[in-house]
Each structure stands twice: as structure tokens, then as C-alpha cells.
């Protein structure tokens, strides 16, 4: 089931290549925002329930569904675009094993526990 998932992941980063391409932007934007979703990291410096919150607002799909969405209505390419890496970001997180954040820890994801060598 695990690598079924992996691949419905891979999928949803494939069309995100594609909406990339659909804007008008350089690659290399591309390459330098895609991990920009991992700063929300940084709500763990709080505590434990406030980092799961703010990762996993800037790990959500249906959040950035709708930032692309606001995006297309409001022909906001900024906003696109950041929809666009949120959506990225969260797939390829999702195919790696990492999933939206338990309060209790770091570690434990929806996905279930992260290893200690990284996998799940």
C-alpha cells in the first residue's frame, strides 16, 4: 500500500511540474522555493501542538488548492505560484514518507512514526 501511495504522490508532483510550466517563471524559482514549506518548522521552537499547526497548515493540499485557485480568480501569478510550491512541496514530502504532524511529536505523521533514519 505504501508504494501505491508513493506513487499517487509522484503523480500530484508530476502535474505540479506541469502547472509550473503553466507559468511564467524560471526554472530556477522553482529549485529555490520548493523547500520554502519546511520553514513552518520553526512553530516547534514553541511547543509541540503549535509546530504541528503551523507545518501542517503550510503541508495542507486542500490549502493549496485553494491558494492556486485565489491565484487563477485573482490573476495573481505570486499567489499561483506559492499555491503551486506548497502543492509540490507537500507531494514530495508525502513520498518520502513524511507526513501532517500529531501534536504529541515530531515524529509521529499521519502516515504514521518517522524512523530514525528517515523513512516510515
Not at 12 to 38: E, K, R, S
Request: charged share 15%; aromatic share 14%; hydrophobic share 50%.
Amino acid at each position: 500500500m505504501k508504494n501505491l501511495l508513493k506513487l499517487e504522490e509522484l503523480g500530484q508532483f508530476m502535474l505540479v511540474i506541469i502547472l509550473f510550466n503553466q507559468l511564467d517563471y524560471a526554472w530556477w524559482i522553482f529549485t529555490a522555493c520548493i523547500l520554502l514549506p519546511d520553514l513552518s518548522i520553526i512553530g516547534y521552537a514553541v511547543n509541540t501542538k503549535t509546530g504541528a499547526w503551523v507545518y501542517n497548515f503550510f503541508h495542507h493540499k486542500l490549502i493549496a488548492i485553494a491558494v492556486i485557485g485565489a491565484g487563477f480568480l485573482l490573476n495573481n501569478s505570486l499567489l499561483t505560484l506559492a499555491g503551486v510550491i506548497v502543492f509540490g512541496y507537500s507531494s514530495m514530502d508525502r513520498m518520502f514518507g513524511y507526513g501532517l504532524k500529531n501534536e504529541d511529536s515530531f515524529k509521529n505523521t499521519h502516515l504514521g512514526l518517522i524512523e530514525e533514519n528517515g523513512k516510515s
